[in-house]
């Protein structure tokens, strides 16, 4: 898989994200004629391009979506474990971690620096998996409710088709990072509970069973499915907007490059409504694999509802990076990996006559 990563990205005309297109000024006009084996289609439909690895829809153009999704979440949620942990303890215990920078001061002062990358294991491990499940499932789902619902319904109801596509997906990327949420939050959160993901294992399957890894499943739920729909829809009609009133040129005139900032543009912005929306339940999911025996309805009432928004600022932090990084690097693995990229969705030619 990967000599054929870097086979398609050496080949490519784009070989740097900021590589900028010149046109040689003595080349011949030439008139544009139909290349052999390309469809012509309209605008709003895929359109099969020759430097494509697969066809749009395709159960490899899944597969290939997935991987992608493996590499944005997974590095990119690794990436950010110290702040993680940080923004657990400050949910957890606001007493002794008063702030953000004063977390990060009382951490390093009591288990040094190695300290704040305890839980990235479980981290990489439960949120490559989520990523997985979360962008292969989403491309699936978009695909087959269009199909349902028919190409001007799923133009019309398109934020409800992102909405409807990122909630079935995120229901089962869930239940693939429950367990592994549930040792990193004890690893984070617990002291001498455990120093790393193989000492937590066990520890929790002797002392609560099965359960103790899935007890949280709920209120994840709660946490992750707001999060994901407001992520994909708000960024897929961010993106669009953008292409609309912000890019001074049609998507198809800009370079690779260019396409990727405009990504990345909608994916922070996606990723500060999406922190808001899911904090109060990531409060919760905190709390809940810290303490034993509790239920979120129990966990919830004793937080009160100033309580559950601790944390806030360094979540936004967190979360508007996170969701910009990456949508940047899984539309990167999507010009690496020639997976067909379909232009923002135009008004199909049926439902512009039916205007007229």
Known sequence: MFSSFFETARNSPFRTPLSVARCDAAAPVVDPQPVEGRQIAAAATPVANQQDSCEFGSTKYFALCGIGGILSCGTTHTFVVPLDLVKCRLQVDQAKYKNLVHGFKVTVAEEGARGLAKGWFPTLLGYSAQGLCKFGLYELFKVKYADII???NAYLYRTSLYLAASASAEFFADIALAPFEAAKVKIQTIPGFANNFREAVPKMLKEEGVNAFYKGLVPLWMRQIPYTMMKFACFERTV???????VPKPRADCTKGEQLIVTFAAGYIAGVFCAVVSHPADVVVSKLN???GASAISVAKSLGF??????LTPRIIMIGTLTALQWFIYDGVKVALGIPRPPPPEMPASLKAKQH
């Open 150 to 152: 028919g190409e001007e």
């Open 240 to 246: 669009e907007l953008l292409y609309k009133y912000v």
């Open 290 to 292: 810290q303490s034993k």
């Open 306 to 311: 100033s309580g559950m928004w601790n944390g």
